[in-house]
């Protein structure tokens, strides 16, 4: 064993870079002490190298003191210890500089990896050429380097001219060669080249033409964008400048392999096939492996675990585990990473948290990947409690939240309500270090997807210095305005789109279509139109969907030849119309009762190879119908009807709309038992129907429909509830229509205009005064929060259901929400005179002055009824007395109000009284009657006969 002062921390944490000098001096024997020695020697002189280099800028000086006669191999380890290339370079430049130094093509390899990881082009070119100028000849090692750091920069044509260069010079590549080229090919989506460059090389030839390919810079998606090659990297022609002498023909010959045996070669052709699709080749490579008694490893069975797992078949992909245990090959962190991935992907989060689970049950640790697909996962479920645990327990091993998982943790936030937790979240990752941009992006498209605004403007000025903001990516201020869009601030978003143009930030396609259709659907159509100009004259086209914007919001402002305009711009612009196009302009027309035009721009689209689909052809129906012509409407229908997989509800509904408007009950009726018959009727086919009866006067008819919508449960919104109501309201079923109207009241739906509605007819045909019946629609069209309350309690009051009445009274007068005024003072009174409780309506009126309400008009009719039924009779005298004095404006309800109330006070205390209105009218309407006030205060009236019917101004 070697002595632990000997082994340096650096070669402690880098214990593969000199595997072999370990092996060699532990392996030899007593005899070889002598030497044993020298070696131990060399090693301490090693180690104290490394470290001193590590920490050292000076790496001559240290060199020049510990360096001299270094073997070959020490040497090697000294240039594959640097991980900055720059050190690299001058270390081997000393060493090169030495008499006793021989040149080694080793060591060139060794530089040339470590030049080309750190894609120093120019430098990896000054050391190619020094190597040829020493006379070094490059090995299947070199170009296989060479090959590797080019492909896995993204070069991979440059990297193909590397083998072309080898086997001008006589050289053909080994397996491992052959196995670097077939990944090069395989990162870039280059799948079938490949697989041909592989089968070529099991034959024994290398397809030179077959190389060339487009020199592209591949994205992470794997598709390509031509773009100059850059003046640091290879240009084909250099290569051949210089480079090693041509080696015979027949050292060619000898050099290719009969059949590939490394299991580096076999998990390459796994991974190939697998990101291929070629399913079943990828299982014949591992098969033959296993066949062939190559050495399974670690990265084989992950890399065919994954190709099952992604392709579907879990199943396979667990069996595969298995399999991999029981031949003794532990999985690392990316085995579990992979599962945790594949169970994630079908919704198994049980499993997922197995996994993660299993890795620290393996002695082994979770890496960034574990932790973003983990978090990914959980996110995606809202587990907020678990995605905390995962994050608290990376905080106790000090690893940070990687900037991938940050939108979605940021996304649970936001769906859960959590702003500020997501808020700080970000605040905390933004104190270690700046998200890239796109991540930002992806950040600032969670909050414009809710409308938050001013979340995603605090992302986009995030604090950052002026190289930073030149460097801001176009598709944050793309988000930007669109989130402004979400949260129609369209002023703000017209106003960044032209601030990045100041900032000198060219707007792209996305940024144009993106404004152009936010602007079409606020209605602001001279502004998107301008900008679709602009848009062009900037050498973008605008896409299909803008055009329809655009030409949409001309059609819904009933602007159609601008429409048309539009319409006309898309074909010069070539930009096929599609069947929204042609849907707007037929229905703009159709709405417009241009029957004509809709019916050209019909046959336009069925020229331009579009099929006429269901909306269209509903449209035709609603247009037919506007003008009377039956036949056309049937021509329609008839159409849809022949069209694949039938009529759909939508169309079937119109065709009973359009019949209904014609009058043609019996065609309706016919399509709507059908519709029934075949189980396709929804809630709007019912009110159609329902509404139809109504209209027509068959009012039994329209009560049936209404009964099977309850029973049916189809009555699941207002308009629905609102329409059953007006049936009900006009035959005269009050109580049905109580029972519905608690039920929208308990299911807290929305009341509207249409539902008051349905409750003034019932208290108008009930007898109550026009003065209430105004203060109702007057406390609806000032938005008063008690406004169907109070109309809905006085209609319970008045068809008698009086402890319902009571009930909702109570809870008025104690609302919290709004001040109450005199409105929902007179509903009060009157339920509970209503109800007998003729106390509890004068102390209603009593704190109704102590809040400083001021009665008006249906106060005094209320509280005139409430003082004749107590026998109030003074109360009654002083109401009279203001109204004859004109301080009480003249109302006919409050007239008959009294003349009721003076009745109710004669039976009660059988005096005769008389009094005369001062009302010529009244004299004309009901005859004299007088009342005389005796000097005791009493008042004596005759009204007539006992027997006379008595007007209850209510009821």
């Known amino acids: 064993m070697l002595n632990p002062r000997w082994v340096c921390p650096r070669l402690t944490c880098f214990p593969s870079k000199i595997p072999s000098l370990f092996t060699e001096v532990s392996s030899f024997t007593n005899n070889n002490k002598k030497k044993k020695k020298r070696y131990m020697d060399e090693v301490d002189i090693v180690a104290f190298i490394l470290e001193s280099l590590d920490s050292s800028d000076d790496v001559e000086c240290t060199l020049d003191l510990f360096a001299e006669n270094l073997s070959s191999k020490n040497i090697t380890v000294i240039l594959r210890s640097q991980s900055n290339w720059e050190n690299v370079v001058r270390v081997f430049k000393w060493f090169k500089s030495k008499e006793w130094y021989v040149h080694n093509v080793i060591h060139y390899n060794v530089v040339l990896r470590i030049l080309g990881r750190a894609q120093q082009w120019d430098e990896l070119r000054l050391c190619w050429i020094d190597m040829a100028k020493n006379n070094v000849l490059p090995t299947n090692n070199t170009y296989s380097t060479l090959v590797d750091c080019y492909g896995k920069a993204g070069l991979a044509k440059e990297s193909l001219l590397w083998i072309k260069h080898m086997m001008m010079r006589g050289i053909f590549p080994d397996e491992v060669t052959m196995?670097?080229?077939?990944?090069?090919?395989?990162?870039?989506?280059?799948?079938?080249?490949?697989?041909?460059?592989?089968?070529?090389?099991?034959?024994?030839?290398?397809?030179?033409?077959?190389?060339?390919?487009?020199?592209?810079?591949?994205?992470?998606?794997?598709?390509?964008?031509?773009?100059?090659?850059?003046?640091?990297?290879?240009?084909?022609?250099?290569?051949?400048?210089?480079?090693?002498?041509?080696?015979?023909?027949?050292?060619?010959?000898d050099a290719i392999p009969e059949k590939y045996v490394l299991t580096y070669t076999y998990n390459t052709l796994i991974d190939l096939y697998g990101k291929a699709g070629q399913l079943q080749d990828a299982a014949n490579v591992f098969a033959d492996m296993m066949k062939s008694g190559v050495a399974?490893?670690?990265?084989?069975?992950?890399?065919?675990?994954?190709?099952?797992?992604?392709?579907?078949?879990?199943?396979?992909?667990?069996?595969?585990?298995?399999?991999?245990?029981?031949?003794?090959?532990?999985?690392?962190?990316?085995?579990?990473?992979?599962?945790?991935?594949?169970?994630?992907?079908?919704?198994?989060?049980?499993?997922?948290?197995?996994?993660?689970?299993?890795?620290?049950?393996?002695?082994?640790?979770?890496?960034?990947?574990?932790?973003?697909?983990?978090?990914?996962?959980?996110?995606?479920?809202?587990?907020?409690?678990?995605?905390?645990?995962?994050?608290?327990?990376?905080?106790?091993?000090?690893?940070?939240?990687?900037?991938?998982?940050?939108?979605?943790?940021?996304?649970?936030?936001?769906?859960?309500?959590?702003?500020?937790?997501?808020?700080?979240?970000?605040?905390?990752?933004?104190?270690?270090?700046?998200?890239?941009?796109?991540?930002?992006?992806?950040?600032?498209?969670?909050?414009?997807?809710?409308?938050?605004?001013?979340?995603?403007?605090?992302?986009?000025?995030?604090?950052?210095?002026?190289?930073?903001?030149?460097?801001?990516?176009?598709?944050?201020?793309?988000?930007?305005?669109?989130?402004?869009?979400?949260?129609?601030?369209?002023?703000?978003?017209?106003?960044?789109?032209?601030?990045?143009?100041?900032?000198?930030?060219?707007?792209?396609?996305?940024?144009?279509?993106s404004?152009?259709?936010?602007?079409?659907?606020?209605?602001?159509?001279?502004?998107?139109?301008?900008?679709?100009?602009?848009?062009?004259?900037?050498?973008?086209?605008?896409?299909?969907?803008?055009?329809?914007?655009?030409?949409?919001?001309?059609?819904?402002?009933?602007?159609?030849?601008?429409?048309?305009?539009?319409?006309?711009?898309?074909?010069?612009?070539?930009?096929?119309?599609?069947?929204?196009?042609?849907?707007?302009?037929?229905?703009?027309?159709?709405?417009?009762?241009?029957?004509?035009?809709?019916?050209?721009?019909?046959?336009?689209?069925?020229?331009?190879?579009?099929?006429?689909?269901?909306?269209?052809?509903?449209?035709?129906?609603?247009?037919?119908?506007?003008?009377?012509?039956?036949?056309?409407?049937?021509?329609?229908?008839?159409?849809?009807?022949?069209?694949?997989?039938?009529?759909?509800?939508?169309?079937?509904?119109?065709?009973?709309?359009?019949?209904?408007?014609?009058?043609?009950?019996?065609?309706?009726?016919?399509?709507?038992?059908?519709?029934?018959?075949?189980?396709r009727t929804n809630s709007t086919s019912y009110e159609i129907m329902m509404y139809l009866y109504k209209d027509v006067n068959l009012i039994d008819e329209a009560i049936k429909i209404a009964g099977e919508m309850e029973r049916l449960g189809l009555l699941k919104d207002i308009t629905s509830y609102n329409k059953v109501l007006i049936c009900y309201t006009i035959n005269r079923q009050y109580h049905k229509c109580v029972e519905l109207l608690r039920e929208m009241v308990s299911k807290k739906l929305l009341l509207?205009?249409?539902?008051?509605?349905?409750?003034?007819?019932?208290?108008?045909?009930?007898?109550?005064?026009?003065?209430?019946?105004?203060?109702?629609?007057?406390?609806?069209?000032?938005?008063?929060?008690?406004?169907?309350?109070?109309?809905?309690?006085?209609?319970?009051?008045?068809?008698?259901?009086?402890?319902?009445?009571?009930?909702?009274?109570?809870?008025?007068?104690?609302?919290?929400?709004?001040?109450?005024?005199?409105?929902?003072?007179?509903?009060?009174?009157?339920?509970?005179?209503?109800?007998?409780?003729v106390d509890k309506a004068l102390n209603i009126y009593m704190k109704m002055r102590d809040k400083h309400v001021e009665p008006d008009i249906v106060t005094h009719i209320n509280m005139v009824d409430c003082y004749g039924k107590a026998g109030l009779v003074e109360g009654v005298k002083r109401i009279h007395h203001l109204l004859e004095c004109g301080e009480i404006e003249r109302s006919e309800s409050l007239i008959w109000a009294i003349k009721y109330a003076y009745k109710h006070c004669n039976r009660q205390f059988g005096h005769v009284m008389r009094f005369k209105f001062n009302s010529e009218e009244d004299s004309e309407d009901e005859g004299e009657t007088e009342y005389d006030v005796g000097s005791d205060g009493e008042t004596e009236y005759d009204v007539g006969s006992e027997d006379e019917t008595e007007y209850d101004v209510w009821k």
Not at 185 to 192: A, G, H, I, P, S
Not at 208 to 218: A, T
Not at 411 to 437: C, H, I, R, T, W
Not at 765 to 789: D, H, M, N, T, V
Request: overall charge negative.
């Open 296 to 513: 399974l490893d670690t990265c084989t069975f992950n890399t065919i675990i994954y190709i099952s797992g992604s392709n579907g078949n879990l199943l396979e992909a667990e069996s595969l585990f298995v399999k991999m245990e029981e031949k003794g090959i532990s999985p690392n962190t990316r085995t579990y990473n992979i599962l945790l991935y594949l169970y994630a992907n079908v919704g198994n989060i049980d499993a997922a948290l197995s996994c993660y689970g299993k890795i620290k049950e393996a002695g082994l640790f979770p890496d960034v990947v574990t932790y973003i697909t983990l978090l990914g996962v959980l996110c995606t479920k809202n587990m907020v409690q678990a995605v905390e645990a995962v994050i608290d327990e990376m905080e106790k091993y000090s690893v940070s939240v990687d900037e991938h998982s940050l939108p979605d943790i940021v996304k649970m936030y936001v769906n859960e309500g959590d702003l500020d937790k997501a808020n700080d979240l970000l605040q905390k990752f933004q104190m270690n270090k700046e998200p890239s941009s796109v991540i930002c992006i992806s950040i600032m498209d969670v909050f414009a997807e809710k409308g938050l605004w001013a979340e995603a403007e605090s992302v986009f000025y995030r604090k950052r210095d002026m190289a930073q903001l030149q460097e801001r990516d176009i598709g944050e201020f793309n988000v930007m305005i669109k989130a402004y869009g979400k949260a129609k601030l369209y002023d703000k978003a017209v106003f960044l789109f032209e601030e990045m143009k100041n900032q000198g930030f060219c707007p792209n396609d996305i940024t144009y279509n």
């Open 752 to 837: 509207n205009v249409r539902t008051l509605h349905a409750l003034v007819i019932i208290l108008t045909k009930g007898g109550l005064p026009i003065e209430a019946i105004e203060q109702f629609w007057s406390c609806y069209r000032e938005k008063k929060p008690y406004a169907f309350q109070a109309a809905y309690t006085a209609m319970y009051s008045l068809l008698g259901m009086h402890t319902f009445a009571l009930e909702s009274a109570q809870t008025l007068l104690e609302s919290e929400d709004a001040k109450l005024d005199s409105v929902a003072y007179n509903v009060a009174i009157y339920v509970y005179t209503s109800a007998g409780d």
């Open 515 to 679: 404004i152009i259709q936010m602007l079409s659907g606020a209605d602001l159509v001279d502004q998107a139109r301008n900008l679709t100009v602009e848009m062009q004259e900037m050498g973008f086209k605008p896409s299909c969907q803008t055009f329809s914007a655009v030409l949409g919001c001309y059609v819904r402002l009933g602007q159609l030849s601008d429409a048309v305009d539009v319409y006309q711009e898309m074909l010069r612009a070539s930009v096929k119309p599609n069947e929204f196009v042609f849907g707007s302009i037929i229905n703009g027309f159709a709405e417009h009762g241009s029957l004509d035009e809709s019916l050209q721009y019909f046959d336009l689209m069925k020229e331009s190879g579009l099929s006429a689909n269901r909306v269209v052809l509903t449209t035709l129906v609603k247009s037919y119908t506007k003008v009377g012509d039956l036949e056309g409407v049937k021509s329609m229908y008839d159409q849809m009807y022949n069209m694949e997989g039938g009529l759909d509800l939508v169309a079937c509904n119109s065709m009973i709309t359009s019949f209904a408007e014609l009058g043609l009950v019996s065609e309706a009726r016919l399509t709507f038992e059908n519709l029934k018959a075949a189980g």
């Open 179 to 253: 196995s670097t080229v077939v990944k090069a090919l395989k990162d870039v989506r280059e799948f079938d080249r490949a697989d041909r460059f592989y089968n070529n090389w099991c034959s024994g030839k290398v397809d030179l033409d077959d190389l060339d390919f487009d020199s592209s810079v591949f994205t992470a998606d794997g598709s390509k964008s031509s773009v100059p090659i850059s003046l640091k990297q290879y240009l084909s022609t250099e290569l051949f400048k210089t480079g090693g002498g041509i080696l015979d023909s027949n050292d060619m010959d």
